[in-house]
């Protein structure tokens, strides 16, 4: 079993930055993937940024390029969401999940895909203020 704890959500105005931390327990943390998630009030669940084994691949949505920057450190068990640039629409819940270990992503869709992911954490909340 792998539990995921986020952390780093908070209130910021537009244009403003945030770090999502995402901690994890278990051995199997470096051979899984990682993702990051969001939820809107009344909208679908959507991905957010997805990040390989070792980090060498990131994938973002198309909303978030070029503002948020996936990381993690395998010898901390930790994934990080670096959120610059903040707008109003990326208000949201924020959640964290990890992949089977020893399943490999080679692709975007891959990445964007729920059922790939088999742990979930709770989220953490984001709010953009105008």
């Known amino acids: 079993q792998v539990q995921l704890v986020e952390s780093g959500g908070g209130l910021v105005q537009a244009g403003g930055s945030l770090r999502l931390s995402c901690a994890a327990s278990?051995?199997?943390?470096?051979?899984?993937?990682m993702g990051w998630f969001r939820q809107a009030p009344g909208k679908e669940r959507e991905f957010v940024a997805g990040?390989?084994?070792?980090?060498?691949?990131?994938y973002y949505a198309d909303s978030v390029k070029g503002r948020f920057t996936i990381s993690r450190d395998n010898a901390k068990n930790t994934v990080y969401l670096q959120m610059d640039n903040l707008k109003p629409e990326d208000t949201a819940v924020y959640v964290c999940?990890?992949?089977?270990?020893?399943?490999?992503?080679?692709?975007?869709?891959?990445?964007?895909?729920?059922?790939?992911?088999?742990?979930w954490g709770q989220g953490t909340q984001v709010t953009v203020s105008s």
């Open positions: 278990g051995r199997t943390f470096s051979s899984a993937i």
């Open positions: 999940a990890a992949g089977a270990p020893g399943r490999l992503g080679y692709s975007g869709s891959y990445y964007s895909t729920h059922e790939n992911y088999a742990y």
């Open positions: 990040i390989s084994w070792r980090g060498a691949n990131t």
